[in-house]
């Protein structure tokens, strides 16, 4: 019987598992944590995206564009289904093409994968951290790499598979945090600490709205929630910007220097439903009817007061300004100012609090139908340690579920 080796019990190892054994591979999985699929655990908001309708290469970023594109389509959002189905996880499909559990619970996720693949015969070894993955080939027929980023440090996020991937001369392609939260330089940030809205976030390199090199993630805004913190943004508008921000960040030292004076900085839209001329005659028009109140209260009709208080102040003007002093020129700059509030990107807030890692191993050298290495015959890398990352929505799991399938099948024929 062919022996099989996966390092890593997340989503990519597990499904790798899964279909070695149920094609009659004896499979050991080894996980260094106590518990198995920890970040699937706390996914969604412990309700798990774990998937989504439309998987397309254009939802992933790498250095390699189309790299996934054969994985995704041998194992997609309908092959998926028919594999959950066949364990009982039923699915909710949303109408924008997220998929949940049905039961709405992430646990129910992990439980039925790890009694599954134990009922099917996988020996599962935690508490067990791989270091010689050279002896491990010496004792196995195949061993996958399945050990993810290092994005959430304390579910397991490490740069193992990347030294594993270093000890057989693969490339890195450098690393960065994504889906993540922002850190912002403003005086007036910590102010608004708590303060949320519905808005759109627009990334500017240079002062320029910017285009990812392959244009992937970041077409014009992102709209949604915005949260303001102690240290910047977070929100799904931001996670959705953070991919972009964090690889301007790598590229472009958000410090000016004489290639980018004005660095990486993000572009706050607070009421993406107005213009600037809707917004600016609201204001002078409440300023005329409402003669006893002051700027603040003309604008906490319209935003939540913590961030009412720091526009002003970032604008330096007093709350108290009372009406009779709010004239045209004062109250288009407000306007403008709300659209458009521009704040210089730091930093992000790092791999620790990253949902996913972009970068990793260079999949040029990686077969896209087996996931085999082209440098190490019968050794295989899957998920997240690749140089793919996806999108907020489901994408993630998607491709650790589409590359944990091509590996157990090359593995199972080969
Ligand atoms: C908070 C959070 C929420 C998320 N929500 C979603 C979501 O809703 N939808 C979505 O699509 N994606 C989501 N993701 C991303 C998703 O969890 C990952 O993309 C996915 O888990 C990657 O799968 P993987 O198998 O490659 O790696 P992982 O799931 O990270 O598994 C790797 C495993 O390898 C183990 N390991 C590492 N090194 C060793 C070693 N040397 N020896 C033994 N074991 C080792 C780790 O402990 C870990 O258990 C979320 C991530 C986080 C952190």
Redesign the pocket.
């Known amino acids: 019987m062919k022996k099989t080796a996966i ?7 597990l499904l790798c598992a899964i279909f070695c054994a149920k094609n009659g591979i004896s499979v050991d999985i ?4 106590s518990k ?5 655990l ?3 908001n412990g309700r ?4 989504n309708t439309n998987l397309t290469c254009n939802d992933y970023f790498s250095q390699n564009p189309l790299f996934m594109d054969y994985a995704l389509k041998e194992f997609g959002f309908r092959e998926f289904e028919k594999f959950c189905q066949s364990i009982g996880l039923l699915l909710d499909v949303k109408e924008d093409g997220r998929v949940y559990p049905l039961s709405n619970e992430a646990k129910n996720v992990a439980s039925l994968l790890i009694n599954y693949a134990k009922n099917i015969g996988v020996n599962f070894h935690t508490d ?4 010689d993955i050279k002896k491990l080939l010496q004792e196995y027929d195949a061993v996958v790499v ?4 290092q ?2 440090s304390h ?4 740069e ?2 990347l030294a594993f991937a270093k000890e057989f001369s693969h490339n890195i392609i450098p690393t960065y945090p994504s ?1 993540v939260q922002l850190h912002l330089d403003s005086k007036v940030i910590k102010k608004m600490s708590g303060a949320k809205i519905e808005g759109e976030i627009t990334l500017l390199v240079n002062n320029k709205k910017e285009l990812t090199p392959q244009g992937h993630f970041l077409q014009g805004a992102c709209k949604g929630d915005i949260l303001f913190t102690d240290y910047g943004v977070s929100g799904f508008a931001v996670l959705d910007i953070s991919q972009g921000a964090s690889v301007a960040l790598m590229e472009h030292s958000h410090a000016p220097c004489k290639k980018c004076p004005w660095g990486v900085s993000i572009s706050i839209n607070l009421l993406p439903n107005f213009n600037a001329q809707k917004l600016s005659s609201h204001i002078s028009s409440i300023a005329i009817n409402m003669p006893d109140f002051t700027i603040a209260d003309i604008l906490t009709g319209l935003l939540p007061i913590k961030i009412v208080n720091g526009i002003l102040d970032d604008l330096e003007i007093s709350t108290s300004t009372c009406s009779e002093e709010i004239g045209t020129k004062l109250s288009k700059k407000i306007a403008n100012r709300i659209l458009d509030w521009r704040f210089e990107v730091k930093e992000t807030h790092g791999f620790r609090h ?3 890692a972009g970068g990793g191993v260079d999949t040029t050298e990686i077969n896209p139908k087996t996931f085999e290495s082209l440098k190490q015959k019968n050794l295989y890398f ?4 690749l140089d793919v990352v ?1 999108k907020r929505g ?5 491709f ?1 579920w589409a590359s ?1 399938y091509a590996a157990a099948k090359a593995i199972s024929r080969g």
């Open positions: 390092i890593g019990g997340g989503a990519s190892g080894f996980e260094q944590n198995c699929a920890k970040k699937i706390v996914s969604g798990c995206n774990i998937t067990t951290k791989i270091t399945a050990t993810g980023s994005a959430a579910l397991g996020g490490n193992d598979g889906l990253a949902e996913v899957c998920g997240e340690v996806g489901g994408y993630n799991f998607a650790a944990g």
